[in-house]
């Protein structure tokens, strides 16, 4: 009789070699690696940046906009190397300078700043999790921009074969405790 030490490397031999003839014999199409790029985009996407000024209105009057729109092309002149804190806080509006900051492409915030041209003003926003009113100007930015499929096709293929892989194998298990259930303890 084997003691289960032996049995257990037994079981693992026979179900690595189980998993090399699966893998033989798993073939994925260019049509199905590409369902798969499509479907997982956000893993193949390059994420952009932006520079921007947030600003925060707690007086929310034409006039405070115009005042903070003033001030943040004020600040937007200055060079960084001048002036690299460039921001400003008072009772009617604050305004912080993002530099940097990276798109990407889950976040609801990214959609919101991709759709504000460079050097212009977004509406005034009432964000989640924000107390007030905010606005975006955007002084630069790099779109986010999806790898082309041939650059991470391998990959592609890899993954369909290793998701493939997995359902011969659950469905193998399926029928290996069907036939050979497993006994009641007692």
Do not use: W
């Amino acid at each position: 009789m084997m003691d289960s030490l032996s049995l257990y490397i037994s079981k693992r031999f026979i179900a690595e070699k189980q998993l090399l003839n699966l893998a033989k014999n798993i073939t994925v199409s260019t049509e199905e690696a590409k369902k798969y790029y499509d479907s997982n985009i956000s893993d193949y996407t390059e994420f952009g940046n932006a520079t921007f000024y947030q600003i925060f209105v707690t007086n929310n009057t034409k006039e405070t906009i115009a005042k903070a729109q003033k001030k943040v092309l004020e600040l937007a002149a200055l060079s960084d190397s001048l002036h690299p804190f460039k921001g400003d806080k008072n009772t009617l509006y604050s305004i912080s300078y993002e530099k940097n900051v990276q798109l990407i492409p889950a976040f609801s915030f990214t959609s919101t700043i991709e759709q504000i041209p460079v050097k212009g003003f977004s509406k005034l926003l009432q964000l989640p999790n924000y107390n007030s009113p905010v606005m975006y100007y955007v002084v630069d930015k790099v779109s986010a921009k999806a790898k082309p499929f041939d650059s991470v096709k391998e990959d592609c293929f890899n993954k369909v074969k290793e998701e493939k892989q997995q359902r011969e194998m659950a469905q193998l298990y399926k029928i290996a405790t069907t036939t050979f259930p497993t006994p009641a303890k007692q």
